[in-house]
């Protein structure tokens, strides 16, 4: 229950890309679960 009501607060529009974003450069072996979102150590 308490993971609900915590999950019930995030504003997953402002906090999802980033968070994501975060979690493929922190665990770069996760970006093979992402293969569309190409290098993300580069701007390009």
Same mark, same amino acid.
């Given at each position: 229950?308490?993971?609900?009501?915590?999950?019930?607060? @995030?504003? @997953?529009?402002?906090?999802?890309?980033?968070?994501?974003?975060?979690?493929?450069? @922190?665990?770069?072996?996760?970006?093979?679960?992402?293969? /569309?979102?190409?290098?993300?150590? /580069?701007?390009?």
């Amino acid at each position: 229950n308490a993971i609900t009501t915590t999950w019930g607060k @995030v504003n @997953v529009e402002e906090t999802g890309g980033e968070a994501l974003g975060r979690l493929l450069v @922190v665990y770069p072996w996760t970006q093979r679960f992402f293969d /569309s979102f190409g290098n993300l150590s /580069s701007a390009s």
